[in-house]
């Protein structure tokens, strides 16, 4: 089976012109056997977590109730996002299974307000957060090896508690960054096919190959954030994530779960109040 639709120029030249359909029923399952598979997991197979040290009770008196983690402006930025996201995939998707509307016009407005909202997070991000909490960094890469070696019988020192993000959000964050630019670069350009009102119409910006091989690049960053998406929603609703996901509601986590899962020598509640 073919992942590309081809279509025949008026010079004879066999170009692409998008991705297969079936792709997108191919990322809906994939992410629905992932959340199966990681729920039977969790359910009958993970053990407890257990980790190496724990903040002394002195330290751990001094912290207020709430702890906070997530900056006002984060959040915005969050929520934002997300709502541009779904009706992107939406307006991309629906047409496609028979849904019939004006969906052109709302799904490059959507893509505007995502790419407003990409490039908002950037400049917050870069100048008045730390950039590199949400990348892995060497204990991460030692501790998923304990976890690793545990879960598979072997002996091993427990892991340290987590930073900001543990390893999985970080891992997590790093995909769909390189899914939504390759969603978001391509649609700028394919704006310039369309009558927005913002940019000027040419279709002869490039070629019919170059045309065709950014649509496909558009279409396969789509499908891929349609399993990303349903991960992520289902890590959000697990009981054990609720505390993460209030904090993105509320700005702040409990006392008790900072506590439990992440050290203070590596996330300090102290300075997390401006991110």
């Known amino acids: ?29 994939a992410g629905l056997v992932f959340l199966i598979g990681h729920a039977i997991w969790i359910r009958y197979f993970a053990k407890p977590e257990v980790f190496a040290d724990s903040t002394p009770p002195s330290a751990a008196a001094r912290l207020p109730e709430k702890v906070a983690r997530h900056s006002l402006a984060a959040r915005l930025f969050h929520w934002i996002m997300a709502a541009a996201m779904f009706a992107l995939l939406i307006t991309a998707f629906l047409p496609r299974v028979g849904v019939r509307f004006p969906w052109v016009t709302y799904h490059w407005i959507a893509g505007l307000v995502l790419t407003a909202s990409i490039v908002f997070h950037i400049i917050h991000a870069t100048f008045f957060m730390d950039p590199w909490a949400i990348w892995p960094d060497r204990e991460d890469i030692e501790d998923a090896g304990r976890r690793l070696r545990r879960a598979l019988g072997q002996q091993a020192p427990p892991p340290r508690r987590f930073a900001k993000y543990p390893l999985e959000n970080k891992m997590y964050h790093g995909v769909i960054v390189l899914a939504g630019l390759g969603a978001t670069i ?90």
């Open 186 to 275: 391509t649609g700028v350009f394919m704006m310039f096919r369309v009558r927005t009102g913002f940019l000027p119409r040419n279709p002869y910006l490039f070629g019919d190959m170059t045309w065709g091989m950014m649509y496909v690049l558009h279409g396969l960053a789509g499908v891929g954030l349609i399993a990303l998406i349903m991960i992520h929603v289902y890590f959000a609703v697990r009981p054990e994530k609720l505390d993460i996901t209030k904090s993105m509601i509320f700005g702040s986590m409990s006392r008790e779960h900072y506590l439990e899962h992440h050290d203070p020598a590596r996330w300090s509640p102290d300075t997390s109040a401006a991110e």
């Open 1 to 29: 089976m073919n992942i590309i639709e081809w279509a025949r120029s008026p010079w004879g030249q066999d170009v692409p012109i998008h991705i297969a359909f079936y792709l997108l029923w191919v990322s809906a399952i």
